[in-house]
């Protein structure tokens, strides 16, 4: 007999929106698990952004205006909360999953069992949030490493769920190697393209960035001064990426850069690039060298003089043997089963 069908009520960080486009790994996660919710027969709420693009049901809150500062965080925390309140008052709902950051500031009051993915580095969330009291609430994240960096006292924390990626729609995209290096994901100061552009220039190549710059005033002014004074006709600032052109840029790449000084927690970009064949060359940083497998899939590296010197190295990498890893390790689909397994476990709890 199959199980029934579950409800499964999402909540998006307030101040980006939702959709398989997405810049943020978070959001890109919540979009897979919203599609294949739906396309399991469950039923998928989603509470993010205006403007976010769902399988299931969206509840949208309203896209701040202006610079994304604390009185614009403020705000849309409110709404997030009165927009959970609201749904859970018209709509049974088996389970409630959270991807924000702040989660913790709308967290909503006893009902529900709640999962909340820590899809940042630990130290990025406040003291609260990686301790809550509210009952039946659970916290887990996404690498080994991440896990390991949860400080003592963090309570009621699962096994880690390892992200995943559309491996095979990746996969079919077949070009020519060019001569361009590539970097994709967020414009500010801890992605580190400045270290990319030094990499490029080093190695003497070409570099196309893809990427949003939010509205936070320090993303605009790193780039305003470290990344658009380093552009020029080799090394080119594309903007935000929708999936078929990353695809086909992921795929003609030379390799992918990711210069990132933070403690990643995993790294979406890296198994895009990974299940289109391109090599990867990555700082040593938090989970990616989880991802990455040194002189396999990529290389991994100190800084950015250590980058330009592998930069070479990666035609040296098969990049069909770099594929069935991707496949073998970072499916989207193995990922949307562990997840929609544990909300029917923690539904189980009383």
């Known amino acids: 007999m199959n199980a029934a069908p579950l409800t499964i009520l999402s909540v998006a960080y307030p101040l980006a929106p939702v959709g398989p486009d997405s810049v943020g790994g978070a959001e890109q996660v919540l979009s897979t698990l919203d599609h294949a919710l739906h396309a399991a027969g469950h039923r998928s709420i989603v509470i993010a952004q205006e403007g976010s693009t769902t399988a299931g049901t969206l509840r ?41 950051i702040d989660f913790h500031a709308y967290l909503p009051p006893p009902g529900p069992p709640v999962l909340a993915t820590l899809h940042l580095p630990p130290g990025w969330y406040t003291a609260p949030a990686l301790a809550p009291v509210r009952p039946r609430t659970w916290l887990h994240t996404v690498s080994t490493a991440q896990h390991a960096a949860l400080p003592p006292g963090c309570t009621a ?11 095979e729609e990746l996969a079919t995209a077949r070009h020519a190697p060019r001569s361009y290096a590539l970097t994709l994901g967020r414009i ?35 780039f305003a001064d470290h990344i658009r004074p ?4 080799r090394r080119r600032f594309l903007g935000p990426l929708g999936f078929t052109r990353k695809r086909r840029l992921l795929a003609a790449a030379r390799c992918l850069l990711v210069p990132s000084t933070a403690p ?28 990455v497998e040194d002189g396999v899939t990529g290389f991994l590296v100190n800084d950015a003089t250590e980058m330009a010197e592998a930069i070479p190295l990666a035609d040296t990498l098969d990049r069909p043997a770099i594929r069935e890893t991707a496949r073998a390790r970072f499916s989207r689909t ?17």
Request: proline content about 10%; hydrophobic content about 45%.
């Open 157 to 167: 924390v699962l096994p880690p769920i390892p992200n995943g990626v559309p491996v």
């Open 264 to 291: 990643e927690t995993s790294s979406l970009v890296a198994m895009e690039a990974a299940a289109c064949g391109t090599p990867v060359i990555a700082f040593r940083s938090g989970a990616l060298p989880e991802v």
């Open 230 to 233: 380093c552009l020029d006709a």
């Open 334 to 350: 193995r990922m949307a089963a562990s997840y929609i397994a544990l909300y029917r476990q923690l539904c189980a709890t009383t």
């Open 60 to 100: 949208p809150i309203p896209r701040p205006a202006g610079p994304l500062d604390e009185a614009a965080t403020r705000r849309a925390q409110a709404e997030t909360a009165n927009a959970i309140a609201a749904t859970l008052a018209e709509t049974p709902v088996d389970a409630i999953h959270l991807h924000g």
């Open 188 to 222: 500010c100061e801890e992605k580190g393209q400045h270290h990319a552009l030094e990499a490029a220039h080093r190695a003497g190549i070409p570099l196309l960035i893809g990427g949003a710059v939010f509205p936070y005033p320090a993303h605009e002014q790193f």
